[in-house]
């Protein structure tokens, strides 16, 4: 088959001294699903760019279609039929689904005048075309990210792209909807199309691609036919060793409960019940883990329980005591800490540096401030001390966090709430969007906390993740519980399955600790 | 009656209503634009007070209204243009750019005020030109209605005309549907090969000719000289008005005609024997309470969007089966 994109010797260097591509070459097949996997930092963003047109590379050729290309900004790729997706959409929420579509190369109407008639038909023709269902009336803000992505990916189709690069595509997503993309990537082979897509979930990967090429530390390590390689050897192939990808080792002995929901519900402002009689213990020394499609209530327990928001009705207690009613901070002070689901969101300040998203919670203790001043010099140690322990990449402890990378960011938050010393740790989706790297060493933190007898309450929408690290795992669907495991030693993915779904469920179901 | 009430009741008062909000719904309307397009414009003070001045002065040395208009509308859309090259050119930010000019054209008229006039005050020696009054032939001879609505200042039609024209210019247009995706997600605007900051420039500049227009009818139509300072704040309360009407035209309208139905009261008080300045006051006053109902308003519904930070998922899709998890078993 033809290749229709081939990158020859490649060498990126940014303004800012960093190395990004080091003499990278690879081949694209036509017609062909092509994955580029690799540790977060690899240089794939940076390679899609070069593509793209974003940036332009100190050393080496791009060829599209058999011709050497230059193309001076993105657009010129676009013309060219290149297409692609970013991780963060480029959509804008108040138009709608038409509107978003033929923004730029819109029809018009006498002139002057937007064709919305012919704005929603050409829409709808492109989404009939390639199978992809999109409602082209309705705001991009009221559509799930799931549709959002698809809306995305047939503006590119409607720009005639015949090479689709997407970025991280499937970290945003619910297993659902991630299902559905597949379906969809599938279709657009079937239809002559060429995908370029960057992953780092090797299920994935296996299942999509026709053809791997591994990155690592600014190099191709190889391409591959997808068919060639186990996910093992992908693994390996990345992080240039071997990862251990199995259930973590049950623990000792848990001791007692230390945190204890009791009959917790919660009603929203439009009246909606969101959790329902929820029960469920955590002790110490185990890690309980909720399993559930993500939007049944998860987030809001978090919140609840770190204080964020008020249940209607139930009580929490850690170690018997009422945390109900008390500030973020109060609940910090009885050593819980609290790993927040979205780490740019409630994680950390972006455009403050590492050293002072490491103190936010603690700086008004003794070690970090006197008499009202930060005691910098210590926070400075302090900071590259957890730097270390955390293997965070970055050149300095005073980087604006936002510079890292989305493992490296993760880092810091995991960083900051294990480093505080917790008796129990609310970890909301620890690992989303981190590279196998960064997910095994937060892994290995969690089982080792786990392992020094902390309590730890795992909420996660990524169901190996789950059965990978939880001591008992308790399944939630539409804000109540469907069903306990307590014996999580066999439990596989198919096993919780009809529970998030709703399909089963164990009436008055409970975490709770019967002894 | 009281006789504060049967003058409210009166069709004065209507009328008065709708003379009164003309200088607000206008530059209410320049935010707005300016708003969509994601640049918080607070020029409009300054941007009203170049053209009045400009306006007044041309017509009284050309004794050309054409003229006086072109001079106006120049002045503010230059005024729009300024702002956009400090902003978008010199990366300024745009607010400090915003006080700026500001302070600038406030300055500004009265020195050029006292070298055309001589007077640091207003205008009055000179005799300028205003806009016309217009009979609507049908409408004026209903017997309510007409003494309401006819014989109103030109530019009083044309602000009510813009209501729409605002409406098709920025959801039936290409242009307002490129204004509205760069002030939504520049981003995405560009990543279709959109000038993000060519786009900005026009919205500002458009910004700056319905200013123009408050501002012309503030000094050759509202009244017929330029005084200093004389938007007295207008500007700010469009903002609010802007802001109240979700910046969208009708809303707009509504809230405008809130503000100039407080302005109509304030000034039909003035006649009783209550202190001016506690009168002068209730403008401002009211233009505080409608904010902070509107903030607390939308408190409420970012409170209630907090408690769904994630986006939760139509429960249809759950329909789907879940994807086989089979690493699980590994
Ligand atoms: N705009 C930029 N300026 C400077 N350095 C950058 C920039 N973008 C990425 N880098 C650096 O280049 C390296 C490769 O990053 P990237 O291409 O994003 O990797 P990946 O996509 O594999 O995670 C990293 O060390 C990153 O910090």
């Keep these: 088959m033809e290749n229709i994109l081939q990158v020859k010797n490649i060498t990126m260097v940014y303004p800012t001294g960093v190395i990004a591509n080091k003499d990278v070459s690879m081949d694209v097949k036509r017609n062909s699903i092509h994955a580029i996997v690799g540790e977060n930092g690899a240089g794939k963003s940076t390679l899609m760019n070069v593509i793209f047109g974003k940036i332009h590379p100190q050393d080496g050729d791009v060829f599209y279609k058999g011709e050497k290309v230059n193309f001076r900004n993105p657009n010129y790729a676009i013309k060219a039929g290149i297409g692609m997706v970013h991780q963060h959409l480029m959509l804008a929420p108040d138009l709608t689904v038409a509107e978003n579509m033929i923004l730029g190369i819109e029809p018009k109407k006498g002139k002057i005048f937007l064709d919305t008639v012919n704005a929603l038909e050409t829409t709808d023709a492109v989404s009939k075309k390639y199978g992809m269902d999109v409602p082209v009336n309705k705001k991009i803000k009221d559509l799930p990210i799931g549709v959002r992505q698809r809306v995305e990916i047939l503006k590119a189709l409607f720009r005639n792209a015949e090479l689709l690069i997407l970025d991280e595509p499937t970290s945003v997503l619910t297993p659902q909807e991630t299902e559905v993309l597949f379906e969809t990537l599938f279709k657009l082979k079937e239809n002559g199309k060429t995908i370029l897509f960057i992953s780092h979930k090797l299920s994935e990967v296996k299942k999509l691609a026709d053809s791997v090429t591994v990155m690592r530390d600014t190099r191709v390590i190889t391409t591959k036919d997808a068919a060639e390689l186990t996910e093992e050897a992908i693994a390996h192939l990345m992080v240039g060793r071997d990862i251990n990808s199995g259930r973590i080792a049950e623990p000792e002995n848990p001791g007692k409960v230390r945190l204890s929901v009791n009959n917790l519900s919660y009603i929203d402002y439009e009246n909606v019940q969101i959790l329902k009689d929820i029960n469920f213990d955590v002790r110490a020394g185990e890690i309980l883990g909720i399993a559930g499609v993500e939007g049944n209530g998860q987030s809001e327990l978090v919140n609840i329980l770190t204080g964020l928001m008020r249940p209607t009705d139930g009580a929490v207690s850690v170690d018997g005591k009422n945390i109900i009613g008390m500030t973020p901070r109060q609940i910090r002070e009885l050593r819980i800490s609290h790993i927040p689901e979205d780490r740019m969101e409630n994680g950390v300040a972006d455009i403050a540096s590492l050293e002072e998203n490491f103190i936010v919670d603690r700086y008004y203790k003794s070690e970090f401030s006197k008499k009202g001043r930060l005691n910098w010099k210590y926070i400075k140690d302090y900071s590259v001390d957890l730097i270390k322990r955390f293997n965070i990449l970055t050149q300095s402890s005073k980087t604006p966090t936002g510079a890292l990378s989305g493992g490296n960011i993760q880092k810091v938050v995991v960083a900051r709430e294990l480093s505080s010393d917790p008796e129990l740790i609310i970890a909301a989706q620890p690992t989303r969007g981190v590279d196998i790297g960064s997910e095994e060493l937060i892994h290995d933190l969690l089982k080792k906390a786990r392992d020094e007898g902390k309590a730890i309450f795992l909420i996660s929408a990524d169901l190996d993740e789950i059965i990978k690290l939880s001591t008992r795992i308790i399944v939630i669907y539409d804000g109540h519980i469907t069903k306990h495991f307590t014996d999580c030693r066999d439990i596989r993915g198919m096993d919780l399955g009809p529970y998030m779904l709703g399909v089963k469920k164990e009436e008055g179901a409970s975490g709770k600790i019967h002894s | 009656?009281?006789?504060?009430?049967?003058?409210?009741?009166?069709?004065?008062?209507?009328?008065?209503?709708?003379?009164?909000?003309?200088?607000?719904?206008?530059?209410?309307?320049?935010?707005?634009?300016?708003?969509?397009?994601?640049?918080?414009?607070?020029?409009?003070?300054?941007?009203?007070?170049?053209?009045?001045?400009?306006?007044?002065?041309?017509?009284?040395?050309?004794?050309?209204?054409?003229?006086?208009?072109?001079?106006?509308?120049?002045?503010?859309?230059?005024?729009?243009?300024?702002?956009?090259?400090?902003?978008?050119?010199?990366?300024?930010?745009?607010?400090?750019?915003?006080?700026?000019?500001?302070?600038?054209?406030?300055?500004?008229?009265?020195?050029?005020?006292?070298?055309?006039?001589?007077?640091?005050?207003?205008?009055?020696?000179?005799?300028?030109?205003?806009?016309?009054?217009?009979?609507?032939?049908?409408?004026?001879?209903?017997?309510?209605?007409?003494?309401?609505?006819?014989?109103?200042?030109?530019?009083?039609?044309?602000?009510?005309?813009?209501?729409?024209?605002?409406?098709?210019?920025?959801?039936?247009?290409?242009?307002?549907?490129?204004?509205?995706?760069?002030?939504?997600?520049?981003?995405?605007?560009?990543?279709?090969?959109?000038?993000?900051?060519?786009?900005?420039?026009?919205?500002?500049?458009?910004?700056?000719?319905?200013?123009?227009?408050?501002?012309?009818?503030?000094?050759?139509?509202?009244?017929?000289?330029?005084?200093?300072?004389?938007?007295?704040?207008?500007?700010?309360?469009?903002?609010?008005?802007?802001?109240?009407?979700?910046?969208?035209?009708?809303?707009?309208?509504?809230?405008?005609?809130?503000?100039?139905?407080?302005?109509?009261?304030?000034?039909?008080?003035?006649?009783?024997?209550?202190?001016s300045e506690l009168i002068q006051m209730i403008p401002y006053l009211v233009t505080i309470i409608a904010l902070a109902i509107f903030a607390i308003r939308a408190q409420r519904v970012k409170i209630k969007v907090g408690g769904e930070i994630h986006e939760h998922f139509d429960t249809g899709d759950a329909a789907i089966p879940v994807a086989d998890p089979g690493k699980g078993d590994s």
């Design chain 2, 1 to 275: 009656m009281n006789p504060l009430l049967s003058s409210i009741f009166s069709t004065g008062f209507a009328f008065a209503i709708l003379r009164v909000m003309t200088p607000l719904l206008f530059p209410a309307l320049g935010v707005a634009v300016s708003d969509l397009a994601g640049s918080v414009n607070i020029a409009l003070e300054g941007i009203m007070l170049m053209a009045a001045f400009f306006g007044v002065i041309v017509s009284a040395f050309t004794g050309s209204l054409f003229l006086a208009l072109i001079a106006g509308l120049a002045a503010g859309i230059l005024m729009g243009a300024l702002l956009g090259y400090f902003h978008l050119k010199m990366k300024a930010d745009i607010i400090l750019g915003a006080i700026a000019l500001n302070m600038f054209a406030a300055g500004m008229t009265i020195f050029l005020l006292f070298l055309f006039t001589g007077d640091k005050g207003s205008t009055s020696s000179l005799q300028s030109l205003v806009f016309p009054s217009i009979e609507i032939p049908l409408l004026k001879s209903i017997p309510i209605l007409g003494e309401i609505f006819s014989g109103h200042n030109i530019l009083t039609y044309v602000a009510l005309l813009f209501v729409p024209l605002f409406y098709v210019l920025m959801f039936k247009t290409p242009l307002g549907l490129r204004i509205r995706a760069v002030g939504q997600n520049p981003d995405a605007a560009e990543s279709v090969g959109i000038n993000v900051d060519k786009i900005k420039l026009y919205a500002l500049m458009l910004s700056g000719l319905f200013g123009a227009l408050g501002g012309l009818y503030l000094s050759m139509g509202y009244v017929s000289w330029f005084s200093r300072d004389m938007t007295a704040g207008r500007g700010f309360i469009a903002i609010a008005a802007a802001t109240l009407g979700g910046n969208m035209p009708i809303g707009i309208l509504l809230a405008s005609l809130l503000f100039g139905f407080v302005n109509s009261i304030a000034i039909y008080i003035a006649s009783l024997n209550v202190p």
